[in-house]
């Protein structure tokens, strides 16, 4: 047994132990199912409308009651968003937000906050630059639990949960309505953290959910996959979270936070999201 | 040696290739490798296509001596195969037929495109025409100012051109938008990729439908000059055209292979579109190939004379045939290529296409450094009547 494995035994029995913070993403969870709520995710990009904004807008987040934040990396070709999640990239891109300052500012983030989970959401090609074995020593350096990168579906992904997995970062993974059992059971072996159910075909931002689909997919797929699920796309409102917050375990928004943060001046940039999470919260929490 | 069989099949060509796209597009895509792996052993099917390349494209294209040129330059003979003679002017139809004849079979009656020259949206427009189907169109608003031409040309087939103004507004963000559209409405829509990029099986299906070109060559070679040409030359885009000479030819090892990239204004400036010269490997579109992106992995706008060669990736097997050495890959300026342009027009009485010219331009710098019984065997893609305002406007005239 060498040095490192007994510290971590000994980190396991700790109270302050490192698994306090690898396992943020499951702890929040069984927090939240021993008092029966569900969780809400809000989806932002990183430096989004201007980086100075981000840890503000992070922080608030939190304060509204946001459980676990998903924080996209911009990138020039977002192939699976629509037009909102498209321009918030663009907005982000001309400060030349690079997935390195991303990473700079979870960290700077963690200085502030310990306990929520940060999960970043992206495409491939950022993370091949920095290559995946140092982009996964650097996230969790700087404090990330969680990854999705949209266009790394599990054919392509061996490698990359292995390496995520060495450094005790959940590969999270996205469903979709189209996705069949034999898939499900794959996926359900490969992700950790929580599962990313798509709740309709198209991009981000659409707005025809159907709440009958979703109930029956859903409990499709509880029969493979143990772990949360959370539902995402065309999610805009109190009602449709609280509809959807019945059905699963977490609620996804993200299009409908980045219109709000289009349509802020500075001045009222961080009252308005915030108003906007609080409402969705309190819709979800509602019995 | 063992004979060349890829992609593997999960669309792997060594590390290039593969299916990297979002879980919504995943079942479309297996969806449309099945079907396409039925049918690429259909016989039917097969005699369809065939029949359709002889009556509406008019292949066998002619493989060209151009005597005169080859006399000029001193060197080798040069050998056009003459793909400006297709219907529609251009290599692409090959390829929309035989994905329209696959979208007809699936059931699909929509079929959508993205184009950045516009020549693969006329050859999209054209079998969309032909087959009775709605066509759409995605084109970046920055192309569609620079190829009006083409865009009229595709409204008179009856598509739809819609602009798509994100990003760089030109090709890589017109793809981006069509997988979009078919993400969404995957039921009814096929997509018609134009190149031999995006998700397997896009790359091997698309060149099995250009292979024609290259299977024709080395018919007509052995009869009309009793022996195999000593190079092909072709320029490389996405790299449909080129694939399309050479994939027949990959286990002739005697054959060399030469792709042409756009070098643009020069490959030591930041405007040239020479992906596999200058690019590193990534993932865009679909697969892993190379790109030319900035140190952060975002995507940089290339520029290049010729639209059908402006594109930041490059297929995936040309990026494994570089890699393994099989094929080398230059690149050619705007200057080059617009020499080679005229050259031909005055040599040989055939306007090329720009792209096309790169090529041409190429075997103009490599016949002269070879012996007069040597063949190079340049693929002549396209016709240049496209072009005439782009080259015009480079001469100080306006059209």
Request: net charge negative.
């Amino acid at each position: 047994m060498n040095l490192d494995s007994i510290k971590n035994l000994l980190s396991f029995f700790s109270e302050q132990s490192d698994t306090k913070r690898t396992h943020r993403i499951a702890k929040t969870f069984a927090g939240l199912k021993e008092q029966n709520r569900k969780a809400l995710i809000p989806f932002i990009t990183a430096g989004d409308p201007h980086p100075k904004y981000t840890i503000q807008l992070m922080h608030q987040l939190v304060q509204s009651g946001a459980d676990i934040i998903e924080l996209g990396v911009p990138f020039s070709d977002p192939m699976a968003d629509g037009p909102t999640i498209q321009r918030s990239s663009e907005r982000a891109l001309k400060h030349h937000v690079s997935l390195d300052d991303v990473l700079k500012l979870v960290a700077e983030f963690r200085k502030t906050n310990i306990n929520t989970p940060i999960v970043l959401m992206g495409y491939a090609n950022p993370v091949e630059a920095l290559g995946q074995v140092s982009f996964a020593a650097k996230a969790r350096e700087c404090g990330v639990d969680g990854v999705l990168i949209v266009d790394y579906p599990p054919e392509e992904s061996s490698e990359w949960v292995q390496c995520l997995e060495q450094h005790q970062i959940d590969a999270i993974f996205l469903l979709s309505p189209t996705t069949h059992q034999q898939r499900i059971e794959q996926v359900a072996k490969m992700a950790k953290g929580y599962i990313y159910y798509v709740s309709l075909k198209g991009v981000t931002g659409a707005s025809h959910l159907d709440l009958q689909d979703v109930s029956t997919k859903l409990n499709q797929l509880r029969q493979y996959i143990s772990l949360p699920i959370g539902v995402g796309f065309g999610i805009r409102d109190g009602v449709t979270a609280k509809a959807v917050a019945e059905l699963s375990d977490a609620v996804v928004v993200g299009s409908r936070i980045i219109e709000e943060i289009e349509k802020s001046s500075e001045s009222d940039l961080l009252s308005n999201v915030g108003s906007l999470i609080k409402a969705l919260r309190d819709a979800i929490d509602k019995n | 040696m063992s004979a060349y069989d890829l992609p593997n099949k999960n669309g792997h060509f060594g590390p290039y290739g593969g299916i990297f796209v979002a879980e919504t597009l995943i079942s479309a895509l297996e969806d449309l490798r099945k079907q396409y792996e039925f049918y690429r052993h259909d016989a039917n099917f097969q005699s369809e296509f065939a029949e359709e390349l002889k009556h509406y494209v008019g292949r066998p294209s002619p493989i060209y001596h151009a005597k005169r040129w080859s006399e000029h330059l001193g060197g080798a003979q040069i050998l056009l195969k003459r793909e400006d003679l297709n219907h529609t002017g251009a290599h692409k139809i090959n390829n929309t037929i035989g994905q329209a004849l696959l979208a007809r079979r699936m059931g699909k009656k929509r079929v959508i495109a993205e184009t950045g020259a516009g020549q693969h949206g006329v050859a999209s427009a054209t079998v969309a025409a032909r087959y009775g189907m709605e066509c759409i169109v995605y084109m970046g608003s920055e192309d569609i100012k620079r190829q009006a031409t083409n865009v009229y040309r595709m409204k008179l087939l009856g598509a739809t051109v819609v602009p798509v103004e994100s990003g760089s507004r030109t090709l890589k963000d017109a793809l981006n938008e069509a997988m979009r559209d078919w993400v969404t409405n995957v039921e009814n829509t096929f997509y018609i990729i134009g190149t031999v990029a995006g998700p397997h099986p896009y790359p091997m299906m698309v060149r099995d439908f250009q292979a024609v070109i290259g299977n024709e060559a080395k018919i007509q070679m052995q009869e009309d000059f009793t022996r195999q040409p000593d190079a092909l030359i072709a320029c490389v885009g996405g790299g449909s055209n080129a694939i399309g000479l050479f994939y027949p030819y990959i286990d002739d090892v005697n054959v060399q292979l030469i792709g042409v990239e756009a070098a643009g204004k020069g490959i030591d400036t930041d405007q040239h579109a020479a992906t596999l010269s200058m690019g590193r490997p990534g993932v865009l579109h679909g697969n892993r190939t190379y790109l030319i992106q900035d140190g952060n992995g975002q995507i940089v706008e290339t520029h290049s004379i010729s639209a059908g060669l402006d594109y930041p990736g490059v297929g995936p097997e040309h990026a494994w045939l570089k890699d393994c050495g099989r094929a080398e890959y230059v690149a050619i300026t705007d200057d080059e290529a617009l020499e080679a342009f005229h050259t031909l027009c005055r040599y040989e009485g055939i306007m090329p296409a720009l792209e096309s010219s790169h090529a041409l331009a190429y075997a103009a710098k490599y016949a002269p450094t070879l012996p007069k019984d040597k063949l190079l065997l340049v693929n002549l893609s396209g016709r240049g009547d496209k072009d005439m305002a782009t080259v015009a406007q480079m001469s100080g005239l306006t059209l």
